[in-house]
């Protein structure tokens, strides 16, 4: 069964950093694209970041571009996102996705709630 | 970057009724890369169509997507309960993926 379980968000004041991990089972995380994608409380939902499976091809929303860094350790079966300069227009439930360009995402984790706030 | 809006953004229907979403592309969408997904209040989104018209895996028969080129629609051919929800298009044939702005299907 394909599993994707992120973890790391939490209330952080403006400007802080946080680091958001997904980790992946049942298909092989190496091979395929996997991405980031927010949503804030009652908006629609936001690519922020993607990595290809071997990790040498990332991009970015231009909203994050700079300040975030994603990232994959295809051992660990575990995508990652370092999220630096947080503003409080990041806050929202931040979910990882099985996918990318020519495969939809057809999986997605339960979503993890980053809080930027003072 | 291709821009999809949907419409309309609300849809306030009965169960047993059609539901007809759009889903209109800034430019073509080639390989028939996209997709519809659907979310209900307090979980993850889910896929629903996948390549236009395909269903992913457990949806049932009712839903059912068509279009090409630059217009897309989403039908629920008779809405059950547990369909009133939020549905987004979505575009993979290129970087950036991108997302519709969604349509919110309620109950009338």
Redesign the interface.
Same mark, same amino acid.
């Given at each position: 069964e394909v599993q994707l379980l992120e973890s790391g968000g939490a209330l952080v004041q403006p400007g802080g950093s946080l680091r958001l991990s997904c980790a992946a089972s049942g298909f092989t995380f190496s091979s395929i694209s996997m991405y980031w994608v927010r949503q804030a409380p009652g908006k629609g939902l936001e690519r922020v970041s993607g990595i290809t499976g071997n990790g040498v091809d990332t991009n970015y929303a231009d909203s994050v571009q700079g300040r975030f860094t994603i990232s994959r350790d295809n051992f660990k079966n575990t995508l990652y996102l370092q999220m630096n300069s947080l503003r409080v227009e990041d806050t929202a439930m931040y979910y990882c996705a099985k996918g990318g360009v020519e495969v939809p995402f057809d999986q997605w984790g339960q979503g993890t709630l980053v809080t930027v706030s003072s | 970057e291709i821009v999809l809006t949907q419409s309309p953004g609300t849809l306030s229907l009965s169960a047993g009724e059609r539901a007809t979403l759009s889903c209109r592309a800034s430019q073509t969408i080639t /390989?028939n890369?996209l997709?519809w997904?659907h979310?209900k209040p307090g979980q993850?989104?889910?896929?629903l169509i996948? *390549?236009v018209s395909r269903r992913?895996t457990g949806i049932p028969d009712r839903f059912s997507g068509s279009g090409s080129g630059t217009d897309f629609t989403l039908t629920i051919s008779r809405l059950e309960p547990e369909d009133f929800a939020v549905y987004?298009c979505?575009q993979?044939?290129?970087?950036?993926?991108?997302? /519709? *702005? *969604?349509t919110k299907v309620e109950i009338k």
């Open positions: - | /390989g890369y997709a997904y979310q993850a989104p889910r896929l996948y *390549g992913a987004y979505q993979y044939c290129n970087a950036p993926l991108t997302f /519709g *702005g *969604g």
